[in-house]
């Protein structure tokens, strides 16, 4: 049933819509256009999907960690009503200048994404993100990786990559 192991997505510019500012509240998150379609279908042919999404917010005391949760729950929910499944959320809360290891261009998340699930096929997975450091934090790993933006979007690739493996 599933023909590849693990989908690694940022969330921010690839789940929902990237803001100037950071999402404080569930009001204030969009999802990217047909982005929950492209969850739903990515589920089916990925044995899990896993969020790797860098959040300084908390970081500057914008967002309380908890509220983070909150907001992701939500995000979950919504995915879930649309038969999408998220295996697990990995965030780093650093601010950019503390020399953590989990903040990408770094790679500690999906390390400890490979720690917590050991049977990940490194080689049959795939990153999914908007920004260079995401892209980056996926070579490191010797993961397949993808950048989009707002014209080729998860749901762009979700396409041609069903169409590609029918």
Same mark, same amino acid.
């Given at each position: 049933?599933?023909?590849?192991?693990?989908?690694?997505?940022?969330?921010?510019?690839?789940?929902?819509?990237?803001?100037?500012? *950071?999402?404080?509240?569930?009001?204030?998150?969009?999802?990217?256009?047909?982005?929950?379609?492209?969850?739903?279908?990515?589920?089916?042919?990925?044995?899990?999907?896993?969020?790797?999404?860098?959040?300084?917010?908390?970081?500057?005391?914008?967002?309380?960690?908890?509220?983070?949760?909150?907001?992701? #729950?939500?995000?979950?929910?919504?995915?879930?009503?649309?038969?999408?499944?998220?295996?697990?959320?990995?965030y780093?809360?650093?601010?950019?200048?503390?020399?953590?290891?989990?903040r990408?261009?770094?790679?500690?998340?999906?390390?400890?994404?490979?720690?917590?699930?050991?049977?990940? #096929?490194?080689?049959?997975? *795939?990153?999914?993100?908007?920004?260079?450091?995401?892209?980056?934090?996926?070579?490191?790993?010797?993961?397949?990786?993808?950048?989009?933006d707002?014209? *080729?979007?998860?749901?762009?690739?979700?396409?041609?990559?069903? #169409?590609?493996?029918?």
């Open positions: 049933m599933h023909r590849f192991d693990t989908l690694f997505l940022d969330r921010d510019g690839v789940i929902n819509k990237k803001l100037d500012g *950071y999402v404080c509240d569930f009001e204030s998150f969009k999802f990217m256009p047909d982005a929950l379609m492209a969850i739903s279908k990515l589920s089916k042919i990925f044995k899990r999907i896993l969020i790797v999404t860098n959040q300084q917010c908390i970081g500057k005391k914008i967002l309380t960690p908890g509220k983070l949760t909150d907001i992701h #729950n939500q995000m979950l929910s919504e995915i879930n009503k649309h038969s999408g499944v998220i295996t697990k959320i990995y780093c809360p650093h601010l950019i200048n503390e020399s953590c290891n989990c990408k261009p770094k790679n500690g998340m999906i390390q400890q994404a490979l720690f917590d699930f050991p049977e990940i #096929n490194v080689e049959n997975s *795939y990153l999914i993100g908007d920004s260079d450091s995401d892209i980056e934090a996926g070579n490191s790993m010797n993961l397949s990786t993808v950048k989009v707002n014209k *080729y979007t998860l749901a762009s690739w979700t396409r041609s990559l069903t #169409n590609i493996n029918c």
